[in-house]
Structure formats: C-alpha cells, structure tokens
C-alpha cells in the first residue's frame, strides 16, 4: 500500500475573505477544471491536487490532522512496502555470517584434501625410486672372498673330492695365450697320501688327516724337464699349514721326500724316482699343493736355476692355485686369477733353498 503525504498548502480554506475570487465564483457552479474544450476532447482524469469550491452549504468542517500516534510512517520516496512483514537487518547478518562460515570451511577442506592428495604422490614416488644405498642382507649371497674361504678352508665346506679331470683334464696343459704346452704323460688319484711321499713326510701328511692325493708327470714344452705336481687334500687350513711348515726341517734331516710318478718303461720317465730333483709347495684353504722338477738327463739341478724356477711357478701357482683352486671356489666359473701367497722350496737330496717361486 502507497502512502502519500499531503501538505497543508492543500487544505480547504475555513473563512474565505469577502471580496474574493472564490466568493463570487460560490454562487453558481464552477466552471470545470482543466483547459478548455477543444476539437479533441480528453478524457478527465483525477487530480490529486483538485480543489472544491464551496456551495452554498456550509463548508464542512476541517478534517481534523491525525495526531503521532494515528500518523502511519513516512515511506521513503521511491519504495514500496508490501503487507509482508519486512526483513530485519540482524537477520540479514546472521545469514551471511552463516554462508561465510560454510564456504571458509569447504574452502579447508578443498585444502586438506588437496596436500593430502600431494603427500601421497611424493610417497609414492619415493617408494618407486630406486634404493642408491646397499642394505645389510644377513642371507644374502657371500661376496667371492667370503665364499672362497667358506669352501677351501676346510672339508666341512668343501667336501667334493679331487678328481684327475678336475686337475688336468686333457693330455695338453696350456697356461698363457702364444706359449707352448706341457705335455700331459700320466695322472694319478689316490685315498692314500703315502704314495706321494717317503718317511716322515708321508707319516707327517697321514697324521694331520691327508685323505686324497692326485697328481701327474707331465714334459716341459722344450722337452729338457720333467715335472710330477698335484694337490694333497688335508683336513683344513690349519692342518695343511703346519705340514707346510714341518716338511722343511724334514727335508733338511733326511727323514723323507716327495716321489716322482713315473709314466712307464721306455719313455725316460725313470729319473723322476732317482735323479736330484728341485721340490716347492704352498698351501691354499686345506690344500697343499706341491711340484717336483728333475733333468731329463738325470743332471744335478743348479740353485737359482731360473728355468726351473719359471716351472714350479707354471704348475704351483698359475695352475694349481689360481687355475684349479680359483676355480672351484668360484663354483665352476673361472675368473681374475688372483695372487697366492708362496711357500718355501727345497731340493731333494739334502740340500735347501730358501729361495721364492719367481714372480713374487
């Protein structure tokens, strides 16, 4: 509903003046508001501010000005109020305190989710990565040396018999690329130690548990030497390097010697049994591995002779220690041959040489 508010400009006049326009004009009826008729007549339309003319009836009475209480509230210009009740701007606040509250916490949530989200990702790709540094496996494979030591140092972990094929498997025994071969005559395996050796030093090997011994005679590729080599099985470490410490002094006192091996009659392998002869051995894991060299001609060996020398190294240390040994403690894979520590050598006969195989 409109209200409007009228002046009091608009009021009826209670006591017109004598004389005036509006005095005369009371006595008959009043022309009609509005300009004057033309050829297009309009239509009449009320007016808000139209006076009336008094009668010859007395006027009526002022209407009388409707007191504070009575007075409806002045709208302000331009707006209208409906019948419903209006909105009171507390609860305007309240509504919007409350559309604020909710879209700040879906806005936290949108964020929590979204770094969770980001962690997750990050884990994830640091789990794919690669591992750069190595773990401690305790089951894990031993490492070559580890594995070397587990199984030569002693029977109980290396408990595969020797076998002649495993020592010299071909009639030919080639060491280096563009050298000669020694020539392979006859090989020998044997549960008895004591057919490799006389007196105390066979009693010596036989004592510390020498259960195995295989060996050859082989021919030097200048066919001027011959060479009986092989390898003794003891118990372990321990036991083959104190035999490799008591066959020195055994040497020196006579009380016993490595044998040659003989291949037959007839083929000059018989001064292997009785000619001077130049002996070394070593030792590595439970293995004591040992060559002899005599003089196809039966002559008395020189000390330092380098060519003997350069064939215990061949059989001794390229052969037996790093070809055969290496080989077994890689499980069957041949690899780097790698440096063997040396034993002393000696000479049968009755005499020693404190002398080192060549190459060391």
């Not at 010596?204 to 295989?214: A, D, S, Y």
């Not at 083959?240 to 009380?255: G, S, V, Y």
Request: with cysteine.
């Amino acid at each position: 509903m409109v209200y409007r508010y009228e002046s009091d400009e608009d009021a009826f006049e209670e006591y017109p003046e004598p004389g005036s326009d509006l005095s005369v004009l009371g006595a008959g009826p009043p022309p009609p508001a509005g300009p004057s008729p033309s050829r297009f007549p309009t239509p009449s339309l009320p007016r808000a501010n139209q006076l009336s003319l008094p009668s010859s009836s007395p006027p009526p009475p002022p209407p009388s000005r409707p007191t504070r209480a009575e007075t409806p509230p002045a709208a302000p210009r331009g707006h209208v109020y409906s019948s419903a009740s209006p909105i009171e701007p507390s609860a305007r606040r309240g509504g919007g305190r409350l559309w604020q509250v909710l879209i700040g916490g879906a806005a936290v949530l949108v964020l929590l989710a979204l770094c969770g989200l980001g962690a997750a990702a990050l884990l994830d790709n640091r789990d794919q990565q690669p591992q750069a540094t190595p773990t401690f496996q305790p089951n894990a494979a031993p490492t070559s040396a580890a594995a070397q030591r587990l199984t030569l140092d002693s029977r109980d972990t290396d408990q595969a018999p020797l076998t002649a094929k495993e020592l010299f498997p071909g009639k030919e025994l080639k060491l280096n690329d563009g050298q000669p071969s020694y020539q392979v005559l006859k090989t020998q395996s044997s549960a008895s130690c004591a057919v490799a050796a006389t007196g105390e030093v066979a009693d010596l090997l036989v004592r510390l548990g020498c259960n195995q011994i295989v060996r050859a005679t082989l021919r030097t590729p200048d066919g001027d030497h011959l060479v009986t080599t092989g390898l003794f099985n003891l118990t372990d470490k321990v036991s083959a390097e104190r035999a490799r410490d008591r066959i020195r002094p055994l040497l020196d006192e006579r009380q016993g010697r490595f044998r040659g091996l003989t291949a037959g009659e007839g083929d000059g392998t018989d001064v292997l049994a009785s000619a001077p002869a130049r002996v070394g051995w070593q030792v590595r894991g439970h293995y004591l591995a040992y060559a002899l060299v005599v003089r196809k001609d039966g002559a008395a060996i020189k000390a330092g002779d380098a060519k003997v020398g350069e064939i215990l190294f061949d059989m001794i240390e390229l052969h037996l220690s790093r070809g055969v040994l290496q080989q077994r403690a890689d499980g069957g894979s041949a690899g780097q041959p790698t440096a063997a520590p040396t034993g002393s050598s000696g000479t049968q006969g009755g005499s020693t040489d404190d002398g080192e195989l060549p190459g060391n």
